[in-house]
């Protein structure tokens, strides 16, 4: 199982990137997707998730209003696109694929995980 996130890098505040995620089909069909991270020393934490058909999304707090999770099923990726990025905003960020169609904000609703992109934002 493979989940390449890319998109990552330094930024400064107030700035944007779009994170994405690959998968490979039989890995993401039929199931949810999200996005969690973790800063330095500090726990790994959700962000943004979707459903399987898209027509579903939550946002932790700290995110809502900046940041969009997406998804293209005909190319297996799911997309956030970060905006008025802060620098409370600086982790690793993974993408995951969840257990079922719709899965929720727990680490334990996802079942893969990719190896992570960093992001950095400075201020």
């Known amino acids: 199982v493979q989940l390449q996130a890319s998109g990552g890098g330094l930024v400064q505040a107030g700035d944007s990137l779009r994170l994405s995620c690959a998968t490979a089909k039989r890995t993401s069909s039929n199931n949810a997707m999200g996005w969690f991270r973790q800063g330095p020393g500090k726990e790994r934490e959700f962000v943004a998730a979707?459903?399987?058909?898209?027509?579903?999304?939550s946002y932790a707090d700290s995110v809502k209003g900046r940041f969009t999770i997406s998804r293209d099923n005909t190319k297996n990726t799911v997309y956030l696109q970060m905006n008025s990025l802060k620098p409370e905003d600086t982790a690793v960020y993974y993408c995951?694929?969840?257990?079922?169609?719709?899965?929720?904000?727990?680490?334990?609703?996802?079942?893969?995980w990719g190896q992570g992109t960093q992001v950095t934002v400075s201020s």
């Open positions: 995951a694929v969840g257990r079922s169609a719709y899965s929720g904000s727990s680490l334990e609703g996802y079942r893969y």
């Open positions: 979707i459903s399987w058909r898209g027509d579903s999304t």
